[in-house]
């Protein structure tokens, strides 16, 4: 019953801006961990930024100063604002939700990115 939906994706301009945020429910969204993964034609699927229940933050050396996770427990939902993107980031990205200490997790159906050089 937990459910998980991207928004946001989208075609945009290399060097150009793109938010994506993640509405969820059916959980208590105050106790999990929040992430987004992204996954390229023929490669896993890599952490590209996560945000603890506490706020604490995690990226990928690759988007490091360029993209930004926030959360927002009141309306449920977490964001990914992403600058300075590359064409090599086309591609699904996806949120994920998972509760500490448990293992159990979520994943929404993903949010198509596509930059244009």
């Known amino acids: 019953q937990v459910q998980l939906v991207e928004s946001g994706g989208g075609l945009v301009q290399a060097g150009g801006p793109l938010r994506l945020s993640c509405t969820t429910s059916?959980?208590?969204?105050?106790?999990?961990?929040m992430g987004w993964y992204r996954q390229a034609p023929g490669n896993q699927r890599e952490l590209v930024a996560r945000?603890?229940?506490?706020?604490?933050?995690t990226y990928a050396d690759s988007v490091k100063g360029r993209f930004t996770i926030s959360r927002d427990n009141a309306k449920t939902a977490v964001y990914l604002q992403m600058s300075s993107l590359k064409p090599e980031e086309t591609t699904v990205y996806y949120c994920?939700?998972?509760?500490?200490?448990?293992?159990?997790?979520?994943w929404g159906p993903g949010t198509k990115v596509s930059v244009s050089s």
């Open positions: 945000i603890t229940t506490n706020r604490i933050i």
């Open positions: 994920e939700q998972g509760l500490p200490g448990t293992g159990w997790g979520s």
């Open positions: 059916g959980s208590v969204f105050r106790f999990n961990d």
